[in-house]
């Protein structure tokens, strides 16, 4: 599953799935949300979520079923604050949440549903790095 965020600020939902040969068959898109152009950041997280960095800071989750993504747009909830002030955040598995700050420190978070705890510091450097990605096994 993938989620991309168009120039005009609508969220759209791809499927991968295979064909029976064993090759991956081409994602159909979806179009599942608009109004994403508030955000300064937008990242998935595991198990259909999504979350918004609004550029006040504020963290919205959100939470879609992916049995049927295109069903309703759920509703915001808003999880933290100060997130603006992160170079990169990125979603993990299991609830995890990664952001870098500018002097390149990693820091931790677990989404708890509707709040989000942490930080907890696990690493130095980020700064450098160019993309980061993560892959949910």
């Known amino acids: 599953v993938l989620f991309a965020l168009g120039n005009d600020g609508t969220l759209w939902y791809y499927k ?18 608009w109004g994403w152009s508030i955000c300064s950041k937008v990242f998935a997280g595991a198990g ?5 960095v609004r550029d006040n800071g504020d963290l ?18 808003k999880v933290g604050t100060q997130w603006n002030s992160f170079t990169r955040v990125f979603g ?14 990693l820091l931790a978070y677990r989404d708890q549903g509707g709040a989000v705890s942490g930080p907890l510091q696990i690493g130095v450097g980020w700064n450098v790095q160019q993309a980061t990605a993560m892959k949910n096994w």
Request: net charge negative.
């Open 92 to 105: 993990g598995s299991g609830g995890q949440i990664f952001a870098v700050r500018p002097d390149g420190a």
């Open 16 to 33: 991968f799935g295979e064909a029976p040969d064993g090759s991956i068959e081409t994602p159909y898109g979806a179009q599942i949300g």
């Open 48 to 52: 259909g979520v999504v979350y918004c």
């Open 60 to 77: 919205y989750r959100y939470a879609y079923d992916l049995r049927n993504p295109t069903a309703s747009t759920p509703a915001g909830v």
